[in-house]
């Protein structure tokens, strides 16, 4: 995700969003050993290096974001897929049309899929998947649930193998909302019985948990399943991610050859390892603070537009990207510079004018400024404790409270007005918008916002140039309306080792591998 923020915000960006930064591992039996090359006339073993834990919930894929695909899409299928130019493609679907009225789906499914537990493919282990869309631990549910701008009304079986999808607003691209872990399929003993899922997974992927060679927390390999549906799609006969918290032995794990790919790198070991090795990078994931009380119930002075916005403008974006991250974006907006409906015009806009901040905030009856409490679960990144200076400047306090325990930090989001961290939003953000920032959980106290409304759901409803159109209002709203306050766009960083791997391929701007794509060095 971020480089210095992401070491500590990083628990807060896995479980809440969206992107980036911020990783889970599934499977059946034991399956072959790790050395089981010759099976399938593959490569032999991939080993990746990771810097977070992916499977610290359990199995269970919808209990994280996006961004945790790279593991789960070995073990899980999903109904659609993000390609490596962030296009959404049909997988576990052979065909998909949407209604006139743009309020239904409708899925015809793959035939011959099995899952893990034995069982195949069908339109009712597929409704018993969606239907749990109403439990709010799921994170990749986040955008379907009930008042999400992308909620399912209805999921019916209409046949053994057609799937129909009502909506609760039109969808014009509706299956946008079901790529990678959104519409990722559990088999039908998985998702009867969710508690099976900490120790066990149940898919339909090309790879099984191999247990045997499996220590939770540490290290997950996965063996290749050569009878799914998909196998000859990916290449290793075995793929195993190793859990390296510590930055610096994450780079070495790379530099010296124990691991083939690692990330996410932290920026402080970027110039070593490309030194090395070599270096991909990857865009999308914007770090900041959203506005989780639009409303003042907890700080009275952010119901006024007026104060959101003199924190944009009280923001010096480029000092802090100068000083902290050298080869970040500075950006004034939340959707990344590829990302269609960014407008560059935003950031001139809300360029840096301590000025004008002061005004706004005299404006809206702070001519002295207030304060703000920000719950932090440690210390503060580098980034909060530079805003905290600049704030100062014109008059905004940020104070900041430690707190002993996650849980205590997650509840934060009700009882203080801004959040921080690095936010993968990739290359869909109206997803991330109604499924996170306004019909999520960044929304802590379940603000509404017209223009906001007004333009997501014509972003939600539409295809094409007035998407496109939509997708621009939906920005410029969200900046105007000051639902968050960027600092930079950064980066996601992996290393590879280019004798033994070709250069890794990420999912468009999501901000994550895709594990189909990585392929010995030719």
Known sequence: MSRSTTSRASAAAIALAAATALAACGGGSSGSSASGGSASGGAQALTVGLSSDIAPKGYDPILYSQGQSTFYAGLYDSLFVTDKDGKTQPSLVSSFSTSPDKMQLTLKLRDGVTFTDGSTLDSSVVKQNLDRRTDTTLTSYGKLRPGAAAEIKDVSAADPQTVVITWAKPQATGEDNLTDEAGMIIGPKGVADTKTLQTTPDGSGPYTLDTGKTTKGSTYTLAKDTKAWNAKTFVYNTVVYKIITQAQSLANAVVSG????????????????SSKKKVVKDGGTIVGFPVADAVGKTTPAFAHVEVRQALN???????????????????????????????????????????????????????????????????????????????????????????????????????????????????????????????????????????????LGAALGSTGSDRDAALKKLNAAITDDGWYVPLYEDYIYYGYDSSKVAAPVYSGTNGYLLLSEIKPAS
């Not at 691991?259 to 390892?273: E, H, R």
């Not at 600049?390 to 205590?408: C, E, H, P, R, Y």
């Open 258 to 273: 124990q691991v083939d790919v690692a990330g996410t790198l932290d920026s402080s070991v970027i110039d070593l390892v």
């Open 313 to 455: 403008y009280g923001t010096d974006r480029e000092a802090l990207v100068k000083e902290l991250h050298p080869g970040a974006q500075a950006t004034a907006q939340l959707f990344p510079s590829e990302a269609t409906g960014f407008d560059a015009s935003l950031n001139t806009k809300y360029a840096y004018n301590p000025t004008k901040a002061k005004q706004l905030l005299a404006q809206a009856g702070y001519p002295n400024g207030f304060s703000i409490n920000q719950a932090v679960l440690g210390q503060p990144t580098d980034d909060q404790v530079a805003v905290q200076k600049q704030w100062q400047k014109i008059g905004v306090t940020l104070n900041f409270q430690t707190v002993a325990s996650t849980d205590a930090f997650f509840s934060a989001v009700t009882t203080t007005p801004l959040l921080f961290g690095p936010f993968g939003v990739g290359n869909t953000p109206a997803g991330f918008v109604a499924g996170v920032l306004y019909g999520g959980f960044m929304n802590g106290q379940h603000a509404t916002d017209p223009n906001i409304a007004s333009s």
